[in-house]
């Protein structure tokens, strides 16, 4: 799946970003993030990573869809050690600690705003 194939191309040593569309989606992916990228570097004795990849999946009440729309399964990931869980409150600070986090095995990040129909953006420099 999209987690699986992301797990690959980041123990390749490419950055994949992975967009589950809801973060209820994520469960058929909660064994490649568990027990396969969580523990990569662990089982490998540090000499593999899979510390580029970044899994974001907007989580929460929507307003509508109900039991498949409105979840919040971060609380699963925030005990497996190995998984990082971040919830930007903005896009600069998702910005920020992404490049922050760039060398931690795995990000999971979290966008509340888009629900909401937030509309900040990240500034670039040049």
Request: aromatic share 12%; charged share 15%.
């Amino acid at each position: 799946g999209i987690v699986g194939f992301g797990i690959g191309l980041a123990t390749q040593g490419y950055t994949p970003i992975a967009e589950i569309q809801f973060a209820d989606y994520i469960y058929p992916a909660f064994d490649q993030l568990v027990n396969e990228a969580a523990k990569y570097r662990y089982r490998s004795g540090g000499l593999f990573t899979a510390g580029g990849l970044t899994v974001r999946a907007p989580y929460g009440a929507v307003g509508h869809g109900g039991h498949y729309h409105s979840q919040s399964p971060e609380s699963f990931f925030t005990h497996v050690p190995g998984l990082k869980v971040v919830i930007p409150s903005s896009p600069a600070e998702a910005k920020g600690i992404a490049h922050l986090l760039r060398e931690c095995l795995l990000q999971i990040i979290r966008y509340p705003w888009v629900k909401h129909g937030w509309s900040g953006k990240a500034q670039t420099s040049h």
